[in-house]
């Protein structure tokens, strides 16, 4: 079997025309989105990658570095979160050495809070109630949507309980109906555990961690994975060997990642459009 390639890049050309499409029609002028994160070269350039999506897409968006201290980047976000020209707030992790994530974290408007990392969002995605959920998970999600893939009744396996990836992305599914387990580093006999699963998840962190002989025959299979390998960007599965075995599967690079800035401009349209309680 060679599974067919869930295409990140060609989802991502549709979702690009829809979305320049919503922001042109979302007011003028457009809601803003300000990125707040440490100042060293990696956060910028991926804030750079943002900035210029946002430029593409019609978005004012802005960078805003914080300095090493909890109370003023507190102060910051909170600032940014009284600003009527902000509609969307990034909170780029990690934040600079000795400045406290949960703090900012807790600070971020859970209106504004475009990323869903804020308790409030996280609390309503568990229970089920409209919430900001945060971007990658759902990519996932959007990447099978698109590919006709319907996870209701499925058993779906994610490897991964990041607060930000796996347990999300578990929420996601189950409330689609998926019957769900969750793996993490402390799950004895992974192949196992992941054998069960008609839709796997992927998202460790840990390059090739997924082989063919942990996938059943005809499972769907994406790739969360950003891993560098000999310098070389590359997922937790091993691609090549799982084709053979599974039905479908989401490439590295190409599958999740390209999504995954959409849906934050996705959830920026969705903060501004939501009416305030
Ligand atoms: P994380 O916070 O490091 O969490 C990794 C999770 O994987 C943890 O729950 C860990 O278990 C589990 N894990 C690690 N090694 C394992 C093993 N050998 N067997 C089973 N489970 C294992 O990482 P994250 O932030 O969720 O990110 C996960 C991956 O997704 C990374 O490669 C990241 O770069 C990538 N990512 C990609 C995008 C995108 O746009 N494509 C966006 C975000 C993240 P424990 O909890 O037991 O430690």
Redesign the pocket.
Known sequence: MSARVLDGRAVAASLKAELRAAVAEAGDPPPGLAIVRSADEAAAVYAGRLEKLCAELGVPSRSVELAGDTAGAVATVEELGRDGSVAGILVQLPLPDGVDQDAVVDAVDPLKDVDGVHPLNAGRLFLGLPALAPA?PL?VMELLRRHDIDVGGKRAVV????N???KPVAMLLLHANATVSI?????PD?GAAVREGEIVVA????AG?VGADMIAPGAVVVD????FEDGKLVG?VRYDEVAEVASALSPVPGG??PL?NLMLVRNLLEAATRARP
Request: overall charge positive; some cysteine; proline content about 0%.
């Open positions: 990658t990519a490897v991964g309980r990041s930000i990836t796996g793996c993490h580093s402390r799950t992974l998202c460790a962190g840990r961690l969360v994975g950003t891993n937790d999740v990642g995954t």
